[in-house]
T-cell receptor, first 114, second 112 residues
Framework: KAGVTQTPRYLIKTRGQQVTLSCSPISGHRSVSWYQQTPGQGLQFLFEYFSETQRNKGNFPGRFSGRQFSNSRSEMNVSTLELGDSALYLC?????????????FGEGSWLTVV | GENVEQHPSTLSVQEGDSAVIKCTYSDSASNYFPWYKQELGKRPQLIIDIRSNVGEKKDQRIAVTLNKTAKHFSLHITETQPEDSAVYFCAASGGSNYKLTFGKGTLLTVNP
């Protein structure tokens, strides 16, 4: 069974640009959640989608958005990039909603903003 | 919202010793507490989890204990090995929302 797949793995963007990251969950998983990992702040929850609906959102500005498609694949978008957005963005999937079952992480997308 | 505090931030032990990492949470309604291990450059992986209706859970050399009254839970690793060296994250979720809130992580170093 294939794991959680994230693309792209590495990318460099310039301040002010926008970026879209993609996540393909494990087959059959309906929940996708996104996290930002930085050395100073650790793992911070961005949002969770379950059956195409955003169920919860972390404390991030509106520049961070996401969506989930009918096949459970998810994308997250960051607009007007800032230097502080440089981080590892992790996607995780689970059969049930976050908190109800194990979540499995992808390898992450390393974003560098210059 | 939920707040999870994790201690210590770094922990160095000799091979064969035990290691204990502690976490406290703020939302008394939280009911799911997973622990993740993240090796350098790799994804976090679940190593053990516990639900609020259980006080202790063991899996070979790893155990987790939960004290709901005090709102804290701990990870215990016995007979540590160099391959246990990694960053360990605790997390909590449930209650009024289902988002997973992580502790800041503990860098465990096992010296051979």
């Amino acid at each position: 069974k294939a794991g959680v797949t994230q693309t792209p793995r590495y990318l460099i963007k310039t301040r002010g640009q926008q970026v879209t990251l993609s996540c393909s969950p494990i087959s059959g998983h309906r929940s996708v959640s996104w996290y930002q990992q930085t050395p100073g702040q650790g793992l911070q929850f961005l949002f969770e989608y379950f059956s195409e609906t955003q169920r919860n959102k972390g404390n991030f500005p509106g520049r961070f958005s996401g969506r989930q498609f009918s096949n459970s694949r998810s994308e997250m978008n960051v607009s007007t990039l800032e230097l502080g957005d440089s981080a590892l963005y992790l996607c995780a999937s689970s059969l049930a909603m976050v908190g109800d079952g194990t979540i499995y992480f992808g390898e992450g997308s390393w974003l560098t903003v210059v | 919202g939920e707040n999870v505090e994790q201690h210590p931030s770094t922990l160095s032990v000799q091979e064969g010793d035990s290691a204990v990492i502690k976490c406290t949470y703020s939302d008394s309604a939280s009911n799911y507490f997973p622990w993740y291990k993240q090796e350098l450059g790799k994804r976090p992986q679940l190593i053990i989890d516990i639900r609020s209706n259980v006080g202790e859970k063991k899996d070979q050399r790893i155990a987790v204990t939960l004290n709901k009254t005090a709102k804290h839970f701990s990870l215990h690793i016995t007979e540590t090995q160099p391959e246990d060296s990694a960053v360990y994250f605790c997390a909590a979720s449930g209650g009024s929302n289902y988002k997973l809130t992580f502790g800041k992580g503990t860098l465990l170093t096992v010296n051979p």
